[in-house]
C-alpha cells in the first residue's frame, strides 16, 4: 500500500491504510486454542475490508505486547476474540497493550493514540447484539422448520457467580429472540447457575426444543458436560417420558465457530469509535524494518533458524538445517498459511508458543512472493523485525523482570514473591533454549541478524511462557527440565 516513504526524488504518495487486530487467549500447551481466530483472521481477509489482520494472543506470539507493532498502519481496530466480558477483556488485554483502560470498556469502545497509533478496542465480539442472528443460524442448521407453533428455544450460557456480564448477554440474546415471535417459548440456561441446565423438562413444554450453546467453542462443556446434563445422546435425542410429554431435542454446535461470527466482529469495527475515517498512515518505524530486511533477503539471508534465498523475482524459506537438500525431498509450501501450520509445531509434533525457541521443524521449503514473504516471516518469527530493527536503532527499551512481575495479576500475581535466583534458574532452563537475548535480564546484544549474526535476536521482556513457569517455580510445582505449567 505505502509507495514511497523517503520524502526525497518526488511526491511522497502514500495510501491510507487500515489494520485490524484480532486477539485470542492462545495457550501454552496446546495448538488448537489460537485455531479459531485464525480462521476468522481468513474469512475477513478473504473480504479485503482491511489493509491487513493480524493475529495476538496472550499465550502465544504474537504477544498482547508485542502486536501493535506488528501492525503495518497507523490505524487499528483491536477486537477482543472472547464471547463475553470479564477478566481478560477487561484487566488483561488492554493493560499488557498498554490501552490505558481498565474496567468494563463502553459500547462504542476505547479509543487510544499509542506510539504513533490511532488504536480502537472494542467490546468483545459475543456481546455484539448480532450475535442474535449467530444463535438463530445455529438454531436453523439443526431444525430448519423450527416454528412458534411447536418449538421451544434455549439459549444455554455457562454462567458464572463471578461474572455477571457472561448471564446478561445470555438473557438479552433470549429476549430479543422472544420479542421476535420465531418460537414458542425461549429460555435462557445456565452451566454454572440458575436456572440451571437440568431443569429443562420442568420448565420447557414445547414437543420440539432446539439448544443453542452460548460457548466460544467445540469443548468439554459443549462435547461432554452440556449432552450429560441434558440426557443428550447426539444431534437429536427423544425424550418419551418428560412431564409435558414426548419431546424431542435438537442439539446446535457452539455459536463462536459459525461463520457469520466474521460479520459480527465487521459490525464491531465499523461501530468503534472513532472508525469509518480515512484510515491511517503506514507507520514509518514498521515500513522501515521490514525494508531493512527485505535488503537482506534479496541478498541472501538466515534469521534464527531459517534462511531466506532469493530465486528468480521470489525467495526460499527453509530450516538452515536443510540447507543444500534437493527440493524435492522437502514439502514445498507456497502460502504464508502454509508456513504458519507448519511452523507451529516442531518435529515431534509438540506445539511452539513461543517461535524463537530453537525448535523449529525441518523438512519443509516455502516459495513466496515478496508480499507473501512479509507475512510469513511474521508467522515464523512474530514480531522479530520490528523488535530487532528497534534494538539495532538503539529504540527498544528493555522491561526488567520487576517490571513484568509487578504488573501480573489474577493466578500471576504469584511471580512477584519469586527471588532473583528463582527468575535465573527458570531463565537457565527455558531461555538457554530460545534465539533471543535477554535485555530484560541485563545481557547485552551487539549484532543481529540484520548484520549477519542470525541468531542475534533480542528479548526486551519476559514473555508469558516464562512467567508462567516462574509462577510454577514459587508453587514449587516445578520439575527439573521441559516446561511444567498446565495453562
Ligand atoms: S523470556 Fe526467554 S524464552 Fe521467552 S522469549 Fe525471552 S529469551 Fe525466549
Same mark, same amino acid.
Given at each position: ?76 481496530? &483491536?477486537? *477482543?476474540? !472472547?464471547? @463475553?466480558? $470479564?477478566?481478560? #477483556?477487561?484487566?488483561? +488485554?488492554?493493560?499488557? %497493550? =498498554? /490501552? ?110 432446539? &439448544?443453542? *450453546?452460548? !460457548?466460544? @467453542?467445540? $469443548?468439554?462443556? #459443549?462435547?461432554?458436560? +452440556?449432552?450429560?446434563? %441434558? =440426557? /443428550? ?255
Amino acid at each position: 500500500m505505502f509507495r514511497d516513504n523517503s520524502g526525497r526524488g518526488g511526491a511522497v504518495q502514500s495510501v491510507r491504510m487500515r489494520s485490524l487486530v484480532l486477539i485470542g487467549h492462545g495457550s501454552h500447551l496446546n495448538g488448537e486454542s489460537a485455531v479459531a481466530v485464525y480462521r476468522y483472521a481468513e474469512l475477513i481477509r478473504q473480504r479485503g475490508l482491511f489493509d491487513e489482520v493480524i493475529e495476538g494472543y496472550w499465550k502465544e506470539e504474537p504477544s498482547l505486547r508485542q502486536v501493535l507493532k506488528t501492525t503495518a498502519s497507523t490505524d487499528v481496530t &483491536v477486537i *477482543p476474540m !472472547f464471547i @463475553s466480558e $470479564g477478566y481478560f #477483556t477487561e484487566t488483561v +488485554i488492554p493493560r499488557e %497493550m =498498554g /490501552l490505558g483502560h481498565q474496567g468494563p470498556v463502553p459500547p462504542e469502545g476505547v479509543a487510544r493514540v499509542i506510539g504513533g497509533r490511532t488504536v480502537r478496542y472494542t467490546l468483545p465480539y459475543g456481546v455484539h447484539p448480532s450475535m442474535t442472528d449467530v444463535i438463530l443460524a445455529r438454531a436453523r442448521e439443526v431444525l430448519p422448520d423450527a416454528n412458534p407453533e411447536d418449538t421451544a428455544l434455549i439459549v444455554l450460557g455457562h454462567g458464572t457467580t463471578r461474572n455477571e456480564n457472561s448471564n446478561r448477554i445470555v438473557y438479552q440474546n433470549a429476549d430479543r429472540i422472544r420479542e421476535s415471535g420465531q418460537f414458542a417459548e425461549v429460555q435462557a440456561l445456565f452451566l454454572d447457575e440458575d436456572p440451571k441446565v437440568g431443569t429443562w423438562p420442568e420448565t420447557v413444554r414445547s414437543p420440539r426444543v432446539v &439448544v443453542v *450453546p452460548f !460457548f466460544a @467453542s467445540e $469443548g468439554w462443556h #459443549t462435547l461432554e458436560t +452440556i449432552p450429560e446434563d %441434558m =440426557g /443428550l445422546t447426539g444431534t437429536v435425542t427423544d425424550f418419551t417420558e418428560n412431564p409435558h410429554g414426548h419431546q424431542q431435542v435438537f442439539y446446535a454446535r457452539p455459536v463462536g465457530t459459525h461463520a457469520a461470527v466474521a460479520d459480527v466482529i465487521l459490525h464491531l469495527a465499523e461501530e468503534a469509535s472513532g472508525a469509518g475515517g480515512p484510515g491511517g498512515d503506514t507507520e514509518r518505524g514498521h515500513e522501515a524494518a521490514w525494508q531493512a530486511f527485505l535488503k537482506g533477503a534479496r541478498a541472501g539471508l538466515r534469521v534464527g533458524e531459517v534462511l531466506v534465498t532469493p530465486e528468480l523475482g521470489v525467495f526460499e524459506l527453509r530450516n538452515a538445517l536443510d540447507e543444500g537438500r534437493p527440493g524435492a525431498d522437502l514439502t514445498t509450501l507456497v502460502t504464508p498459511e502454509g508456513v504458519r501450520d507448519q511452523v507451529r509445531f516442531t518435529d515431534g509434533g509438540e506445539h511452539r508458543p513461543v517461535h524463537t525457541l530453537r525448535n523449529l521443524p525441518r523438512g519443509w521449503r516455502a516459495v513466496l512472493s515478496e508480499a507473501d514473504l512479509r507475512r510469513a516471516m511474521h508467522y515464523v518469527y512474530p514480531a522479530v523485525i520490528e523488535e530487532t530493527y528497534a534494538h539495532d536503532c538503539h529504540a527498544l527499551r528493555p522491561t526488567p523482570w520487576a517490571t513484568t512481575a509487578r504488573r501480573q495479576t489474577g493466578i500471576y500475581a504469584k511471580v512477584q514473591k519469586a527471588t532473583p535466583a528463582q527468575v535465573e534458574h527458570v531463565a537457565q532452563d527455558v531461555c538457554t533454549g530460545c534465539l533471543r537475548t535477554r535485555l530484560w535480564a541485563g545481557h547485552k546484544l551487539t549484532q543481529s541478524f540484520l548484520n549477519g549474526v542470525p541468531g542475534g535476536i533480542p528479548c526486551a521482556e519476559a514473555c508469558t511462557f516464562v512467567v508462567a513457569e516462574v509462577r510454577e517455580e514459587v508453587s514449587g510445582k516445578r520439575g527439573g527440565g521441559g516446561h511444567s505449567h498446565s495453562h
